[in-house]
């Protein structure tokens, strides 16, 4: 079976500083590795994910994640945060055998002034 | 490309109402997921459906709970009779290959 494990559900950080919210995941078979942003009272966003390829991928506001397949994760980081990337972050994996999603519990990244 | 898009974004009903939500996945996605959001029990997948399907309802709490996918564009969930432990928010995503987008969700409040 396939989990994932986000170790820190909130981190706090000031303005302009860097981040990195953790992302471990188990899985037997390949998979395809994803992280969704939530903004209050809002769905679910895809920020970035990884399919193939380069192990580096970024997302378009400055975030970034890298594929560590020896250790399992999928950490997502970013060297200076804003305000406006207050949110609920989660991490995914989709198993290569099936359509559905395995998602973790969620990290709330609160970023202060 | 409008997206996900799912009808009402809000709804309020009392105890023992029926309760149908609606979703529009983007066109040409092949895979329909369903998905219930509460604080308590974070983000679940109900039901999912390919080629309009249901491929896996394991999720779908019990037999108030049903869905249907009529065509490619439209898929339903439905509560009757609806409980106060339903509120929640629910989602609606669908996927392209290998990536699930989803949609700006349904506030349900059962009072």
């Known amino acids: 079976a396939q989990s994932v494990t986000q170790l820190d559900s909130q981190v706090p950080v000031f303005e302009e500083a860097p981040v990195e919210l953790r992302c471990n995941y188990s899985s037997s078979v390949s998979v395809y590795l994803f992280w969704y942003v939530q903004y209050p009272n809002q769905g679910l966003q895809l920020l970035l994910k990884y399919l193939s390829g380069s192990t580096l991928v970024e997302s378009i506001n400055g975030f970034e994640a890298e594929f560590n397949k020896s250790q399992t994760s999928f950490h997502l980081r970013k060297p200076s945060v804003h305000i406006s990337d207050t949110a609920e972050y989660f991490c995914a994996v989709k198993p290569d055998h099936t359509d559905k999603l395995i998602f973790g519990t969620g990290t709330r990244l609160q970023v202060f002034p | 490309d409008a997206g996900v898009i799912q009808s009402p974004r809000h709804e309020v009903t009392e105890m023992g109402q029926e309760v149908t939500l609606r979703c529009k996945p983007i066109?040409?996605?092949?895979?329909l997921f369903w998905y219930r959001q509460t604080m308590m029990r974070g983000l679940e997948l109900l039901i999912y459906?390919?080629?309009?399907?249901?491929?896996?309802d394991s999720g779908m709490p019990e037999d108030r709970f049903s869905a249907k996918m009529p065509n490619a564009s439209f898929s339903t969930l439905k509560i009757q009779p609806s409980e106060p432990r339903d509120s929640a928010v629910y989602f609606c995503?669908?996927?392209?290959?290998?990536?699930?987008?989803f949609g700006p969700g349904t506030r349900l409040t059962v009072l």
């Open positions: 459906f390919n080629n309009n399907v249901p491929i896996d």
């Open positions: 995503a669908s996927m392209a290959p290998n990536t699930q987008y």
């Open positions: 066109s040409g996605h092949n895979s």
